[in-house]
């Protein structure tokens, strides 16, 4: 079966290296760049007549700061999975773009294999859950703070909590909706009326959910647990 197209975007202040690693990421044959730039104003310019799968996003971009990017992206194009590529490892900044909904964190020092390991994991529509990425899902649970503390009591059923499993576990809606014996529309408007019941703005808010509230213990929070 031919290897799907993957459709590139990239945005970071920096001209060299966007085009490095334009360069680099043209080496591989079902990968294509078709935009890159430094300033946001463009990029959802670009975006209108472009078809994107998956952005790559520096922390630096002009027009706005990186969370106004995020949550305008989220707004407008809901599909385009982004990955952001930062030398930054601050906890609070990674768990803060987090909850904008971002795929991937990747650092720049990491070796360029990461990067693309990332890019296939999310093209298929799965959450990059390196190292980096899972110590910030437990950032407000490190630092003792609880988004939850204070609200009312929310009830998830028992086949609610095992498609947050299923979800921590890096399943597909395919591989949920198979699991569950559902179909995959169904198992998209579970996931959908989930996010409202415990006002969950992505993905990463039912896992940090999940997390918060025990319905998920992984074995090893410092372990890889992505499946290449």
């Given at each position: 079966?031919?290897?799907?197209?993957?459709?590139?975007?990239?945005?970071?202040?920096?001209?060299?290296?966007?085009?490095?690693?334009?360069?680099?990421?043209?080496?591989?044959?079902?990968?294509?760049?078709?935009?890159?730039?430094?300033?946001?104003?463009?990029?959802?310019?670009?975006?209108?007549?472009?078809?994107?799968?998956?952005?790559?996003?520096?922390?630096?971009?002009?027009?706005?700061?990186?969370?106004?990017?995020?949550?305008?992206?989220?707004?407008?194009?809901?599909?385009?999975?982004?990955?952001?590529?930062?030398?930054?490892?601050?906890?609070?900044?990674?768990?803060?773009?987090?909850?904008?909904?971002?795929?991937?964190?990747?650092?720049?020092?990491?070796?360029?294999?990461?990067?693309?390991?990332?890019?296939?994991?999310?093209?298929?529509?799965?959450?990059?859950?390196?190292?980096?990425?899972?110590?910030?899902?437990?950032?407000?649970?490190?630092?003792?703070?609880?988004?939850?503390?204070?609200?009312?009591?929310?009830?998830?059923?028992?086949?609610?909590?095992?498609?947050?499993?299923?979800?921590?576990?890096?399943?597909?809606?395919?591989?949920?909706?198979?699991?569950?014996?559902?179909?995959?529309?169904?198992?998209?408007?579970?996931?959908?009326?989930?996010?409202?019941?415990?006002?969950?703005?992505?993905t990463i808010g039912l896992i940090k959910y999940a997390i918060n509230k025990g319905i998920?213990?992984?074995?090893?929070?410092?372990?890889?647990?992505?499946?290449?």
């Open positions: 079966m031919p290897v799907s197209l993957i459709h590139l975007a990239i945005i970071d202040e920096h001209v060299l290296f966007r085009k490095t690693l334009k360069s680099y990421l043209s080496e591989h044959k079902n990968f294509t760049v078709v935009l890159q730039t430094s300033n946001a104003f463009e990029l959802f310019d670009q975006l209108s007549r472009s078809t994107v799968d998956i952005l790559l996003m520096g922390i630096a971009v002009s027009g706005f700061n990186a969370n106004n990017t995020l949550d305008m992206i989220r707004t407008r194009y809901p599909s385009l999975k982004v990955i952001v590529l930062s030398m930054s490892t601050d906890m609070d900044l990674i768990s803060s773009m987090l909850e904008s909904g971002i795929y991937g964190y990747i650092c720049k020092a990491d070796e360029p294999e990461e990067l693309i390991n990332a890019i296939r994991v999310v093209s298929e529509d799965r959450i990059y859950r390196n190292r980096l990425f899972t110590e910030a899902l437990y950032w407000n649970e490190q630092t003792r703070i609880s988004p939850y503390a204070n609200e009312r009591p929310i009830l998830v059923n028992e086949r609610e909590k095992k498609m947050l499993q299923l979800i921590w576990e890096e399943k597909s809606n395919k591989e949920i909706a198979e699991t569950l014996y559902l179909g995959v529309r169904s198992i998209e408007k579970i996931r959908q009326d989930l996010k409202e019941k415990i006002g969950a703005r992505s998920v213990i992984p074995s090893d929070r410092h372990s890889l647990s992505v499946i290449n």
